[in-house]
């Protein structure tokens, strides 16, 4: 992918977790680029198309999507808590409305990248809790397949759930929970003082 091309991707992934695939024309794109709608067709030859480059974006080379933040060379509670960190980012400017768009306008594309972030995520955290049991920092007298699952499980509604009002949390909020309800479950009391230490280094 050349330059420009990265470019229009980038900052059309920024304005679609924004605010959305359906609420984002293509003149909104174009001028969000600093470019003409007709210089915009010489890289995208759609809004499918240029939906379709920023999902291959997300998992090739975004920094802030949760799966995407790499483990080497960190215990696995560093390692989950620079996920944690991550993730608080990512959904600071995460809009459901990108979720529901691309799930109603292009249901294809959708399933597809649901695929690919079910199968990222479970192999992170897979990989996670095995490192962490194996260091002292997660118990192990748990069935990891099914944690791990549940975990994932409870991610994706976090994406599409409609059981909180805009009003009542912000996702960066539930986010927040969700990861300590997972942590404080598969934790050793040595896990659970090493979070914690980090924790209060961020409050």
Same mark, same amino acid.
Do not use: W
């Given at each position: ?10 900052? !059309? ?11 984002? !024309? ?103 809790? =095995?490192?962490?049991?194996? =260091? ?33 949390? !912000? ?33």
């Amino acid at each position: 992918m050349n330059e420009k091309l990265q470019d229009i991707v980038d900052k !059309s992934c920024k304005l679609f977790t924004k605010f959305g695939i359906k609420s984002i !024309s293509m003149d909104d794109i174009a001028k969000g680029c600093g470019i003409s709608k007709k210089t915009l067709y010489e890289y995208i030859k759609d809004k499918r198309e240029l939906v379709e480059y920023v999902l291959q974006g997300e998992f090739s080379h975004s920094s802030h999507a949760p799966h995407a933040v790499g483990m080497e060379n960190l215990n696995a509670v560093d390692a989950l808590f620079k996920v944690y960190q991550s993730a608080i980012e990512f959904f600071k400017d995460f809009n459901l409305s990108m979720e529901y768009d691309l799930e109603k306008y292009y249901p294809d594309l959708y399933i597809q990248a649901k695929g690919k972030r079910r199968k990222r995520l479970y192999q992170k955290l897979l990989l996670n809790i =095995e490192q962490g049991q194996k =260091e002292g920092a997660y118990r192990s007298n748990f069935n990891i397949d099914i944690i791990v699952k549940l975990h994932v499980l409870k991610i994706e509604t976090l994406l599409m759930t409609d059981i909180f009002d805009d009003d009542d949390y !912000s996702s960066v909020e539930i986010f927040k929970e969700l990861f300590l309800y997972h942590f404080y479950a598969i934790a050793t009391e040595d896990g659970r003082i090493a979070l914690e230490q980090k924790l209060n280094e961020i409050n």
